[in-house]
Nanobody, 123 residues
Framework: QVQLVESGGGLVQSGGSLRLPCPAS????????MSWYRQASGKPRELVAA???????NYADSAKGRLTISRDNAKNTVYLQMNSLKPEDTAVYYC?????????????????WGQGTQVTVAS
């Protein structure tokens, strides 16, 4: 009953920008942490940025200064603004959220994942 759907990916030249939105929908009671991950071909999935409800945002070293995570809690949406993109940013990007459903009423939280959106940065 809960889903996350990333979009906004595509092909961009080195130095370009993309903005990835990921709205959560369904039977949502509350959301704690929301994050972005990416997985390059042949490599494991890695954390790009995290936006917890408590505390500051966290970034992978490779993302600092270029990628920015933000949230619109009224829309249950997390965004990843990507600037100064490099070919090494090429990957499938996934959003993740720790969500408690209406049924659980904040007693339990589970990780939910989007389906991924492809970002390709040309040299």
């Amino acid at each position: 009953q809960v889903q996350l759907v990333e979009s906004g990916g595509g092909l961009v030249q080195s130095g370009g920008s993309l903005r990835l939105p990921c709205p959560a929908s369904g039977s949502i009671f509350s959301i704690n942490n929301m994050s972005w991950y990416r997985q390059a071909s042949g490599k494991p999935r890695e954390l790009v940025a995290a936006f917890p409800n408590i505390g500051g945002r966290n970034y992978a070293d490779s993302a600092k200064g270029r990628l920015t995570i933000s949230r619109d809690n009224a829309k249950n949406t997390v965004y990843l603004q990507m600037n100064s993109l490099k070919p090494e940013d090429t990957a499938v990007y996934y959003c993740e959220a720790d969500i408690s459903t209406v049924r659980d009423r904040g007693t339990r939280y589970y990780q939910y994942w989007g389906q991924g959106t492809q970002v390709t940065v040309a040299s």
